[in-house]
């Protein structure tokens, strides 16, 4: 969690430095590409990404929550 976290924190400052009020895919991609994270070099990576996105799909639904 402690990865997905600060890839996330990362994703969300590419999203606000191109002006996006959401993380798209669009955004996400150029963030991974700029950190050079490729998630297929992961042993796993089918696994690992569901479990990503899962945790960013949670982190979404708390930050809303907490915005409210």
Known sequence: ???ANRI???VRDFSQVFGKSKIDLEVT???LDA????LQEF???DEKVRK???ILDELIDTLKIALK
């Open 8 to 10: 996330l924190k990362r």
């Open 52 to 54: 990503l996105a899962y």
């Open 1 to 3: 969690p402690r990865i």
């Open 29 to 31: 991609n150029k963030a």
């Open 43 to 45: 042993e796993g990576a």
């Open 35 to 38: 950190l050079d994270i490729d």
